[in-house]
């Protein structure tokens, strides 16, 4: 059985408070978007020399994975815990560039635990699956049904979010990462919480025009200034059209939206970059 993991975009991010188990409290919109790993899961035979119950073989654009230590395998021992489930052989074929503000590690673990859920019909409910996401990433619960979500809290909290014209459908995407590299830890002790004067999730419902001056990533600024390579494509975006250009997460992806399908070629305007121009 094959599920493809989709990677998302925030829309928007504002670091309101240090909470007190150290994380950090957060308002955001995560949006889906059409990238996605492929992860497929087949029983193992009982007779397999395997010494563990998940055996996970990872390929495509992943860089040094640990694949014991990976979150898929992490979801499988998650439910094994509470569920009777079998030995499994599972391929995760990477096509999601990691550290990138994308969260493909987040949407592996969350398919997966929807993956086990059908293939063994676990019957175990969107928000018990979620609850059990939650506890692998502080995104993971998105992907449990990737439909756009103004989310808080770590964000766990889930709630839904309404975008113009039917939430972007038609509307088309560049995304660019170049070889940067940005440690979200780190991005985060840059950081000074503060509580927007108007949340992300009321001026995404706002006309698109209208996010250009409103809609902020709270990360942009501490890593632009380390990586100023992040705000000059940001603004050569904006210079090429797009309604709206952000960084994702804490990056280093960067993206921007635009409203008719954009003529030009994103790997000869940005190259050396991982780039895809994709319709939403």
Known sequence: MIVFPCAKINLGLNITGLREDGYHDLETVFYPIPVTDALEVKHMDPD??????????????????NESDNLVVKAYNLLARDYSL?????????????????GGGSSDAAYMIRLLDERFRLNIGNAEMERYAAQLGADCAFFITSEPSYATGIGEILEPADGPKGNLNG?????????????TGAAYKMIECRKPAKSCREIVRQPIDTWKEELINDFEKPVFEQ??????IKNRLYEMGANYAAMSGS?????????????????QEFPNTWNKTLRL
């Open 251 to 267: 990056g280093s992806c960067m993206f921007g939206i635009f409203e008719q399908e954009p003529e030009f070629d994103a790997n």
């Open 48 to 65: 397999f020399p395997s010494d563990v119950a998940c055996d996970l073989k990872i390929t495509g654009n992943a860089v040094d994975c």
């Open 86 to 102: 079998p030995r499994v052989h599972t391929h995760l074929c990477k096509r999601i560039p990691s550290q990138a503000g994308l």
């Open 227 to 232: 990586h100023p390579i992040l705000g000059e």
């Open 171 to 183: 509307y088309y995407i560049v995304l660019v990462k170049p070889d940067v590299a940005v440690s």
